[in-house]
């Protein structure tokens, strides 16, 4: 084993905590992702800084949260000269690798501004989330013909799958019985069988890159982390044969609703339901044409997963790489009259994460189950310690979970924070809600799940009484329900007076604000008594030369 571990840094795409056999799950197997929670630990309450793709993807490559970084929504730019992971990681002489998708969106007018040109080495990293880029994947729409950033539409056309946009005619239409091609961005084909061989699929494409890079990487010796980020089970939800029919109506667990919801008096869960993909997947219909599919998904990439893992053994890689494995989001599915993602309930907002930490220090804690409230933030400055690169508070608003992975102790959080910036929507658009003001913010201690709604009133999720989230105290006139309000309302506002952007306030920095006398910056001395008392310097060296 070298002196640092290399890191695997595993993301799936809108994978819900609950759709793991080793998170409860009862009809979906995935005996690969349990067998590494068993052999690491597996974290129960894990939360995203955002429930959207491209904000909490940039507060886990920051180590950042949303109000810090800015990138408040999908192709919102991470600006130039935000510090990331693949910033902090480079300077300490690890590679940081990119293998999938980030959903970043260059800063294209501050590189103009700073004279950066977008294909130089700077570019391509600014460009890139500070990661060098083995293979990027980002392709989410139906009518780009040949993604950009990706080779994934060229591989398809060298093994025969000719079109103008591989991407949407293969890997994500599937053929009816008369071999009509059918789109799965239309949720009623999910249940087609992706136009693809499973070998040739994006999942298992990319889980081929990611061998490729570790090849790469053996040869060229410097420690590294890879992040290997799936596009999948993210829609358009289609899946390759034989994944496509494994699961049917009775492997798919009822919604998580009530009627008491659906009637609620609060202007923007009301426009929530009233969102095109919540009226949607609140139909049974549609649930039960997607949930298989998803779930199809899920085992594939398990499947794939397994595959990666045996072959990292066989190359004597699993005995010096830390595996982390975790989602950007979740996915409502139906659940509380919602889909996608967008809103707090903890199908959207909390994620899986299972860490197994090869080293020594760790065999403690094997197949340990951890309740620690952790957010995804906490990935950064765990990675940047395994990798060797001294820790950056000045920077990195996250914590090291080093001590829950080492059964160590001296972790602890009171509560976790997350954010979403919805002025693009439906919802802001039927409640006329200017963009400034379209936003919300979630804080949780463990138990309590408080909802500041910008204009609108609070939610309040008691989880101990109501784990399911069904009762919105947010109203409630009880006093202690109110006492509640008051303390997490204080709390918010604690957090977010905090210091969020000294992203320049180095040690070194601090260190000399704090020796202004000493430099010669004298501020209510009033003799050179006073000044040689409090500095241990002679005045008169403050004294320019040959000057009396």
């Known amino acids: 084993?070298?002196?640092?571990?290399?890191?695997?840094?595993?993301?799936?795409?809108?994978?819900?905590?609950?759709?793991?056999?080793?998170?409860?799950?009862?009809?979906?197997?995935?005996?690969?992702?349990?067998?590494?929670?068993?052999?690491?630990?597996?974290?129960?309450?894990?939360?995203?800084?955002?429930?959207?793709?491209?904000?909490?993807?940039?507060?886990?490559?920051?180590?950042?949260?949303?109000?810090?970084?800015?990138?408040?929504?999908?192709?919102?730019?991470?600006?130039?000269?935000?510090?990331?992971?693949?910033?902090?990681?480079?300077a300490a002489g690890a590679r940081a690798v990119l293998v999938g998708k980030t959903h970043m969106a260059a800063d294209a007018e501050g590189m103009a501004w700073l004279g950066i040109p977008p294909d130089s080495e700077i570019g391509v990293r600014v460009s890139e989330c500070g990661f060098e880029p083995f293979e990027r994947d980002d392709g989410l729409h139906p009518d780009s013909a040949r993604q950009?950033?990706?080779?994934?539409?060229?591989?398809?056309?060298?093994?025969?799958?000719?079109?103008?946009?591989?991407?949407?005619?293969?890997?994500?239409?599937?053929?009816?019985?008369?071999?009509?091609?059918?789109?799965?961005?239309?949720?009623?084909?999910?249940?087609?069988?992706?136009?693809?061989?499973?070998?040739?699929?994006?999942?298992?494409?990319?889980?081929?890159?990611?061998?490729?890079?570790?090849?790469?990487?053996?040869?060229?010796?410097?420690?590294?982390?890879?992040?290997?980020?799936?596009?999948?089970?993210?829609?358009?939800?289609?899946?390759?044969?034989?994944?496509?029919?494994?699961?049917?109506?009775?492997?798919?667990?009822?919604?998580?609703?009530s009627e008491a919801e659906r009637d609620t008096d609060h202007p923007l869960i009301r426009a929530y339901h009233a969102a095109r993909v919540c009226k949607s997947?609140?139909?049974?219909?549609?649930?039960?044409?997607?949930?298989?599919?998803?779930?199809?998904?899920?085992?594939?990439?398990?499947?794939?997963?397994?595959?990666?893992?045996?072959?990292?053994?066989?190359?004597?890689?699993?005995?010096?790489?830390?595996?982390?494995?975790?989602?950007?989001?979740?996915?409502?599915?139906?659940?509380?009259?919602?889909?996608?993602?967008?809103?707090?309930?903890?199908?959207?907002?909390?994620?899986?994460?299972?860490?197994?930490?090869?080293?020594?220090?760790?065999?403690?804690?094997?197949?340990?189950?951890?309740?620690?409230?952790?957010?995804?933030?906490?990935?950064?400055?765990?990675?940047?310690?395994?990798?060797?690169?001294?820790?950056?508070?000045?920077?990195?608003?996250?914590?090291?979970?080093t001590p829950i992975l080492h059964g160590t102790g001296g972790f602890s959080r009171r509560y976790v924070i997350s954010e979403h910036d919805y002025h693009w929507s439906d919802m802001a658009s039927l409640l006329d809600v200017p963009q400034e003001d379209a936003r919300t913010i979630m804080i949780f201690d463990g138990r309590w799940k408080y909802i500041r709604c910008e204009g609108f009133r609070q939610v309040l999720f008691d989880l101990e009484s109501d784990p399911q989230e069904l009762t919105d105290l947010g109203a409630s006139e009880a006093e202690d329900h109110a006492a509640v309000r008051r303390r997490m309302e204080a709390a918010l506002l604690t957090w977010a007076t905090r210091h969020h952007t000294r992203i320049t306030a180095t040690p070194q920095v601090l260190a000399g604000q704090k020796r202004a006398a000493a430099t010669g910056i004298l501020i209510g001395f009033w003799d050179e008594a006073e000044y040689e008392a409090e500095t241990d310097i002679a005045f008169d060296s403050l004294q320019p030369a040959g000057k009396p």
């Open 281 to 401: 997947f609140s139909r049974d219909h549609v649930r039960e044409h997607v949930i298989p599919a998803y779930m199809g998904l899920i085992k594939q990439l398990d499947d794939n997963l397994g595959r990666l893992f045996a072959w990292m053994d066989d190359k004597g890689l699993s005995d010096n790489t830390i595996i982390a494995f975790t989602s950007d989001h979740g996915d409502y599915m139906g659940d509380h009259w919602m889909g996608d993602k967008d809103f707090y309930h903890e199908m959207a907002v909390k994620v899986p994460l299972i860490i197994a930490d090869p080293r020594p220090e760790a065999e403690g804690t094997r197949g340990h189950v951890s309740d620690d409230l952790v957010e995804m933030i906490d990935l950064a400055p765990t990675f940047m310690s395994a990798l060797g690169c001294p820790p950056k508070p000045h920077v990195i608003e996250g914590r090291d979970l």
């Open 1 to 90: 084993m070298s002196e640092h571990p290399n890191v695997l840094w595993i993301m799936a795409d809108q994978l819900r905590f609950d759709y793991l056999s080793c998170y409860g799950h009862p009809h979906l197997h995935t005996p690969h992702m349990d067998a590494l929670a068993a052999r690491g630990v597996r974290f129960t309450n894990a939360y995203v800084q955002s429930p959207v793709c491209g904000p909490s993807r940039m507060s886990a490559y920051t180590g950042r949260y949303v109000r810090s970084h800015g990138s408040t929504w999908n192709g919102m730019p991470l600006r130039v000269g935000e510090p990331t992971l693949g910033d902090h990681l480079r």
């Open 148 to 257: 950009r950033w990706s080779a994934y539409d060229d591989y398809l056309v060298s093994q025969g799958f000719e079109s103008d946009n591989p991407w949407g005619d293969f890997a994500n239409s599937g053929l009816d019985e008369t071999g009509e091609r059918l789109s799965a961005w239309l949720l009623k084909n999910s249940r087609l069988a992706a136009n693809v061989p499973e070998e040739h699929s994006e999942t298992a494409y990319m889980t081929d890159r990611a061998m490729a890079f570790m090849e790469d990487a053996m040869a060229d010796g410097r420690p590294w982390m890879c992040h290997l980020s799936y596009i999948k089970p993210h829609w358009p939800y289609i899946v390759p044969a034989p994944y496509h029919d494994m699961y049917d109506e009775r492997h798919i667990v009822p919604p998580v609703r």
